[in-house]
């Protein structure tokens, strides 16, 4: 950098004013943003992205430079600040509310109530949408395909869909409100998989099972455009041009 | 305006927890029936007794400090620059 910006000689410490472009707020507007976290998020980043500028300028820069902070101290005082409240809230929550023993569970005798783990619910409400099975019969009158196996295909379906996901969209936003279309996909299936949760207990729930079976499809597309007129109208907002203005400096890959 | 909401989730989750440990200690009889909802035992010391008061404190604090810094700070803000601007 011997040329002909040699009177902005790149600082590296963090300290150096920031020439003004279009984007930049004047030091007026900066005295005038009062709110203490959009203030010291905008510093943040716009400090970030001038020791990255900085160190971009000078002459032996090398892409694989890695423009980040140091694990210490600055990531693992994080870390470790992290994991120490999380430790004592485990001896903590143990010390107060010592976990109930039951009796132990007895083989020969098959219990009241049988439902898979919670985090099964989702595939055990597929296996409920009887409804939904087209009734393909031959001329006895019996079904083709009973309603459990057009449950175990409904299974396939859905990790098929999440399957296919990552080939779609490859995952390059940093946050919901850069791919709003994407995110409210997730928000969609998230709701559904609640739904359709709660529909596998459909007799635990105080609702009337049918509507509780509409509910399922219909409002986990109404919560997906919700979400994408919020995410949508977010990205008219002053962080999301800065973020992305900083962002735009970052190695394409 | 983010001040605002963590101090609501401070309260939040500060009280709430307070009162899930003393309603796991005074309002769970049993872990077959009502969790953390259950009828208090009725033979209780002074403590015990203070230890109810708090636990119902807590409860309402949880709940109304969040909706105090989360609906009522911004709403009175509203309102106050809205009768500043007139």
């Known amino acids: ?253 | 305006m983010a001040d605002e909401f963590a101090k609501g989730l401070g309260l939040l989750t500060g009280a709430g927890l307070i009162w899930m440990v003393l309603a796991g200690w005074y309002k769970t009889p049993s872990f077959e029936g009502a969790q953390l909802t259950g009828s208090p035992p009725g033979e209780l010391s002074m403590l015990g007794e203070l230890a109810i008061v708090f636990l119902e404190s807590m409860f309402w604090l949880a709940i109304f400090g969040a909706l105090l810094f989360w609906v009522g700070v911004p709403l009175g803000r509203e309102l106050y620059a809205k009768v500043e601007g007139e």
Not at chain 1, 133 to 144: E, F, S, V, Y
Request: aromatic share 12%; proline share 9%.
């Open chain 1, 1 to 253: 950098m011997t040329d002909d910006n040699s009177d902005d000689t790149a600082r590296t410490d963090g300290t150096g004013i920031v020439p003004p472009d279009d984007e930049t707020p004047t030091w007026r507007e900066r005295k005038e943003r009062t709110t203490g976290l959009s203030r010291l998020t905008y510093e943040y980043f716009e400090r970030s992205r001038r020791e990255d500028q900085d160190l971009r300028e000078e002459s032996d820069y090398v892409e694989r430079d890695v423009l980040a902070f140091p694990v210490w101290p600055h990531e693992l005082i994080r870390n470790l600040a992290l994991t120490s409240f999380f430790v004592g809230m485990i001896f903590f929550l143990s010390a107060t509310l010592p976990p109930h023993l039951g009796a132990p569970a007895n083989p020969s005798q098959t219990p009241a109530v049988i439902l898979p783990d919670w985090y099964l619910y989702w595939s055990f409400g597929l296996l409920k949408l009887g409804p939904l099975n087209p009734d393909l019969a031959i001329i006895g009158g019996d079904k083709l395909l009973a309603d459990r196996t057009y449950g175990v295909l409904a299974n396939v379906v859905v990790v098929g869909f999440i399957a296919i996901v990552p080939f779609l969209n490859k995952g390059s936003a940093r946050r919901p409100v850069e791919q709003p279309f994407w995110a409210a996909i997730g928000v969609m299936g998230v709701v559904f998989a609640v739904f359709i949760s709660a529909l596998s207990i459909k007799n635990l729930v105080p609702m009337d099972p049918h509507l509780l079976f509409d509910l399922t499809f219909l409002v986990p597309p109404l919560a997906g455009g919700m979400a994408y007129a919020i995410l949508k109208t977010m990205r008219e907002g002053y962080m999301y041009d800065l973020n992305r203005r900083y962002y735009k400096l970052r190695p394409p890959k």
